[in-house]
């Protein structure tokens, strides 16, 4: 009995080495590459984040070379020149045949701006679009000087075009072609972020329509001022910034969202809260 229970647990072990190797050798050979397998360069096309208050989209572009354009001494057979025309910082990156090429130097941070930054008023139903169009150059020597061989055809890979809060759409544009990017990116709030935002909201509105009630039925009673429900609704007014604070990705005080919800409940509370101050005052009696 004992004997078969080394050997079951051998066989365990042994299955287990062998379903980690796997992994392993899987994870292994599913790295990225800086290199292409096919006969033309790929332009990978990464959307990092997008700042809404400044109207700001992060990316990093990075030209992929076929490996067949590559030298033994790990350089380009030719000068290649990556333009992003729309981009607001640098928006040229030049691959030298003269260097060696790896994945530090085929990388071009970039950052767009997009055309209706006033959008954000609409939170979270507010969209933001921008454009890009990118190309890239094959150069070659002769007689020391660059020549324009042609501008090269590429694959495009937008894997990595998308972060988190926006759901993000890529439109090809009317100049849109094998050999140059014509790109519309259309950012949206996820249905998440609209769910919660509507649901705050609401839950500010019936907290606020509970306190006014609460008010009014005192008005209509002989019942003794409770400074206790005073001070509940002074909680009220304090609370609601920072519940609305915990919508995601929230703007700055004054988009549609605060009109609907946050404004509405801040003010019902205050002037409920001034009635039943009021009240409160002609009421209360002291002891001589």
Not at 101 to 106: T, V
């Amino acid at each position: 009995m004992a004997t078969s229970n080394v050997f079951s647990l051998r066989r365990t072990l042994r299955n287990l080495g062998v379903l980690i190797a796997a992994a392993a050798f899987s994870s292994t050979s599913n790295a990225e590459s800086t290199f292409t397998k096919d006969s033309i360069p790929s332009l990978c096309i990464n959307l990092m984040s997008f700042d809404a208050s400044h109207g700001d989209i992060s990316a990093r572009l990075r030209l992929k070379l076929p490996e067949s354009e590559i030298t033994p001494q790990f350089s380009t057979k030719h000068d290649y020149t990556l333009i992003d025309e729309l981009t607001i910082t640098d928006s040229v990156l030049s691959i030298s045949s003269t260097n060696a090429y790896s994945a530090f130097n085929n990388e071009l941070i970039t950052q767009y701006q997009v055309h209706d930054a006033g959008s954000q008023f609409y939170y979270p139903f507010d969209v933001h679009k921008a454009n890009l169009r990118i190309f890239v150059d094959r150069n070659r020597k002769n007689n020391g000087k660059d020549i324009l061989e042609h501008r090269v055809p590429l694959k495009l890979d937008t894997s990595l075009c998308s972060f988190e809060g926006y759901n993000v759409i890529l439109t090809p544009g009317p100049d849109n072609s094998p050999d140059y990017v014509d790109l519309q990116v259309e950012l949206k709030r996820t249905l998440a972020i609209k769910i919660s935002t509507i649901f705050v909201s609401v839950l500010m509105l019936l907290v606020s329509l509970g306190f006014m009630n609460m008010v009014r039925k005192f008005l209509r009673s002989n019942a003794a001022p409770d400074i206790d429900e005073m001070a509940f609704g002074a909680a009220l007014l304090f609370a609601f910034p920072a519940i609305r604070g915990i919508e995601p990705s929230v703007p700055p005080m004054g988009v549609l969202s605060d009109f609907l919800g946050f404004f509405w409940a801040e003010t019902i509370v205050a002037i409920s809260l001034i009635v039943h101050l009021y009240s409160w005052m002609k009421r209360k009696t002291y002891d001589p």
